[in-house]
């Protein structure tokens, strides 16, 4: 082994975990993102920097494949991170082998009125309630036109306007789908998102089946259509969703979005509502990716999303019978070398 390389691994845990991450947590996490992204779409402006900061990036990544498509690594960077895909070069330079971008929505909406998102250091996690912010599938599909050579994966959710229901809401997602559907890998029906004022979601089997009929009927190129879900399902409830899914010709799973439950945190009166993310969603996240898979086979492809921050994190998501594997808070909170680091333990 070089000497020289386990130096380098402690200065840069030094210089982010106890430097530059104390100065970006002074400010609120909507501000710190901001920032992160700026630095991203600087190192991916002109495309040119890129592909050479990413072969430094890269540590002992193997490809893989899923749906017929070659990843050039299992760790990609989960929906929300680059909602408008405005930094896909610069992600691209980190070394991950693939980005699901969005959610994005037919309309822009503005989401939720500040403050929207909240670090729960004690428990490496955060507590978003955002409202599905999106700049439009409009702004967004210019930026999938020139996007990095890796797949690119888009997360597609109803406009969030609460008065947009029932058959609206389901023609608003099929305009989206119709739209990103020349210029991306996947798509990623965001299934636990409300699509109703009542909080209704399309988990709902009625409600599934009338929206993966549309979606069938969206003219465009094949893409692998898939479905992302709640870690709040009851057994019984996930089973059925996960039926009428297949059956309604979805082929894969992104296992879980954030969870509305807060299991055994070390931080006082976390903040409710909200999804919470990160290290304490681990556990019930590689549940549900072990029951989807029990209930799918090989040719569904399955990707794990919910406390990934370590190689260990990796490997039990690929042992429970995950494909690709995606992660957001436990990157937010180890930085920019985070794909370098936890590739190269995988």
């Known amino acids: 082994m070089n000497p020289a390389r386990p130096r380098r691994a402690i200065l840069q845990f030094v210089l982010y975990e106890r430097i530059v991450r104390p100065v970006l947590f002074l400010s609120d996490p909507e501000t710190a993102h901001a920032s992160a992204m700026g630095v991203l779409r600087a190192l991916g402006r002109g495309h040119g920097l890129a592909p050479a ?6 540590a002992d990544a193997r490809p893989a494949e899923a749906w017929g498509i070659r990843f050039p690594s299992r760790l990609g960077v989960a ?3 680059d909602k408008d895909a405005t930094a896909l070069w610069g992600l691209y330079a980190l070394g991950f082998g693939f980005v699901e971008v969005g959610s994005v929505s037919a309309r822009p909406w503005p989401g939720n009125p500040r403050p929207r998102v909240f670090r729960l250091p004690a428990d490496r996690a955060l507590v978003n309630r955002m409202g599905l912010p999106s700049q439009g599938v409009a702004a967004v599909v210019p930026r999938l036109a020139s996007r990095p050579p890796f797949p690119v994966l888009v997360n597609v959710a109803k406009t969030a306007d609460p008065g947009l229901n029932g058959d609206a809401a389901v023609e608003d997602i099929c305009a989206t789908v119709a739209a ?9 029906l965001n299934l636990s998102c409300p699509n109703t004022a009542d909080g209704r979601t399309f988990e709902d089997p009625a409600a599934l089946r009338e929206l993966l009929g549309a979606v069938r009927r969206v003219p465009g190129p094949p893409r692998p259509i898939a479905a992302k879900l709640s870690p709040d399902l009851a ?14 010709g979805v082929r894969g799973f992104v296992a ?13 009166d976390p903040p409710s509502p909200g999804g919470l993310s990160g290290a304490p969603l681990r556990t019930t996240a590689v ?10 086979d090989r040719g569904c492809a399955v990707v794990g999303c919910g406390g990934v921050s370590g190689p260990d994190d990796v490997r039990e998501f690929l042992d429970a019978g995950a494909d ?13 070398f985070f794909c370098r680091k936890v590739m190269k333990g995988v």
């Open 180 to 188: 990103v559907l020349p210029h991306c890998d996947a798509v990623v």
């Open 53 to 58: 900061v990413r072969r430094r990036m890269i």
């Open 256 to 268: 879980t979005n954030t969870t509305r439950s807060r299991p055994g945190l070390a931080t006082p």
């Open 287 to 296: 549940a549900t990716v072990r029951a989807i898979r029990g209930a799918c």
């Open 235 to 248: 057994p019984d409830a996930l089973a059925a969703v996960v039926d009428e899914a297949v059956r309604g």
């Open 324 to 336: 690709l594997v995606e992660a957001y808070t436990g990157f937010i909170y180890r930085g920019p």
């Open 79 to 81: 929906a929300g991170f």
